[in-house]
């Protein structure tokens, strides 16, 4: 099978910009998870969709926004972005829904907020 | 809340060395806990969960709930096993928290 793969790999923005970033899941995963690494926060949990619905969320402010679609693709989208937005955005897709099933990561897209 | 706590920012042993990678935990309910790992240039990978009690590439982890400890143990590294390791929690919440990573360099 195809592993997770996330589009665009990189991404230059400048500060109040908008972004969405792309994740399509291993077929016949319907649960997609997002995270955030950076060198000092290391990965944090952003939210998990499972099925079209939002089932988990970490703790971020509002400006960090997902969606899934019928076919378990999943976008992210963060608004009126800061410096403090620039890392790597990894997704994670699994069978099923919550943090028990292994998760299976993309190769991550690289934002950077100038 | 969970917080998982790796206190080994860099580790560094000589190839045929015993390797022990530290993890500790905070959680009040009964977690389920994960050991990921990156290998440079690939992506983030499970290695092994404790509810497998598996040993895989040779690593083990027993987790020790009266230490609340997960720590990866290795007899005989090798240079293959260079790598980041991330010790990842989940509890109630159904969500991976993960610990900040050890770097691990096995040297010739």
């Known amino acids: 099978k195809a592993g997770v793969t996330q589009t665009p790999r990189y991404l230059i923005k400048t500060r109040g910009q908008q972004v969405t970033l792309s994740c399509s899941p291993i077929s016949g995963h319907r649960s997609v998870s997002w995270y955030q690494q950076t060198p000092g926060q290391g990965l944090q949990f952003l939210f998990e969709y499972f099925s079209e619905t939002q089932r988990n969320k970490g703790n971020f402010p509002g400006r960090f926004s997902g969606r899934q679609f019928s076919n378990s693709r999943s976008e992210m989208n963060v608004s009126t972005l800061e410096l403090g937005d620039s890392a790597l955005y990894l997704c994670?897709?699994?069978?099923?829904?919550?943090?028990?099933?292994?998760?299976?990561f993309g190769p991550g897209t690289r934002l950077t907020v100038l | 809340a969970q917080r998982v706590t790796q206190p080994e920012k860099l580790l560094s042993v000589f190839k045929g060395a015993p390797v022990e990678l530290k993890c500790n935990y905070s959680?009040?309910?009964?977690?389920?806990l994960f050991w990921y790992v990156q290998y440079s240039r690939q992506r983030l990978q499970l290695l092994l969960r404790h509810i497998s009690r598996e040993s895989i590439k040779g690593f083990t982890a027993d987790l020790n709930k009266g230490e609340t400890s997960f720590h990866l143990k290795k007899p005989f590294a090798q240079e293959e096993d260079s790598a980041m390791y991330y010790c990842a929690l989940s509890g109630s919440a159904r969500q991976l928290t993960f610990g900040s990573g050890t770097q691990l360099t096995v040297l010739p």
């Open positions: 959680y009040s309910g009964s977690p389920e």
């Open positions: 994670a897709s699994s069978p099923a829904s919550g943090g028990l099933n292994t998760q299976y």
